[in-house]
């Protein structure tokens, strides 16, 4: 176990539904990451936030909507998902952010329908 | 932006011999590069990683050797195992705040 937690680990939603995705370090880190993992690409970052602080947003789509309410949590809103949003999402962590050494949790594969 | 090229995307061995992956970046500024495993259903994990000043790092099967000049990166693992079979990628940290820019990864089996 590397000390970051996601759940749910599975999760399928229609278009419409509203859910979240959560994550939880262990670790006392300070910076934490959502990235997208689909089949084929490399990993894509979506989201960084140090100290609680959004720090990069990488274009993403407003349907995901990010929170981190403190140091040790961060969750990922989602509504009006599209199917090509199907993926495996990774949260992870690190003690600082500048090239710092990234603990990644297991993921949650999201469907869409 | 960095940009990472990893190879080959797949690469089947018989249990016993070497492995190589090896990856290129575009940012000559970058100077971190770590190597992530990533077994089914679970999320990548940190194997080995090297600063750019040093030239190659070892720990026990696995190695890893940098060319800051041609600017390449590439994993070795001695005597592979079933085990090591994984999804392996590579990365190399951008300039500016925070972030990581991977490889597409490569599939390494390793049969018996």
């Known amino acids: 176990e590397t000390g970051v937690t996601q759940t749910p680990r599975h999760l399928v939603m229609g278009m419409t539904n509203k859910k979240s995705l959560k994550c939880e370090q262990h670790?006392?880190?300070?910076?934490m990451y959502w990235y997208k993992q689909s089949a084929k690409k490399p990993l894509e970052l979506m989201f960084v936030?140090?100290?609680?602080?959004?720090?990069e947003n990488n274009s993403v789509p407003s349907r995901f909507s990010p929170e981190c309410p403190n140091s040790s949590h961060l969750f990922l809103h989602l509504h009006t998902l599209q199917p090509e949003d199907s993926a495996l999402y990774l949260c992870?962590?690190?003690?600082?952010?500048?090239?710092?050494?990234?603990?990644f949790g297991p993921g949650t594969r999201l469907t869409v329908l | 932006g960095e940009n990472v090229e990893q190879h080959p995307s797949t690469l089947s061995v018989q249990e016993g011999d070497s492995a190589v992956i090896k990856c290129t970046y575009s940012?000559?500024?970058?100077?971190?590069f770590p190597w992530y495993k990533q077994e089914l259903g679970k999320g990548p994990q940190l194997i080995i990683d090297?600063?750019?000043?040093?030239g190659e790092k070892k720990d026990q099967r696995i190695a890893v050797t940098l060319n800051k000049t041609a600017k390449h990166f590439s994993l070795h693992i001695t005597e592979t195992q079933p085990e090591d079979s994984a999804v392996y990628f590579c990365?190399?940290?951008?300039?500016?705040?925070?972030?990581?820019?991977f490889g597409k990864g490569t599939m390494l089996l390793v049969s018996p």
């Open positions: 992870a962590s690190s003690l600082g952010t500048l090239r710092d050494t990234q603990y």
């Open positions: 670790l006392g880190h300070n910076a």
């Open positions: 936030y140090s100290l609680e602080e959004r720090v």
């Open positions: 940012d000559s500024a970058s100077n971190y």
């Open positions: 090297i600063r750019s000043n040093v």
């Open positions: 990365a190399a940290s951008s300039s500016g705040y925070s972030t990581l820019t």
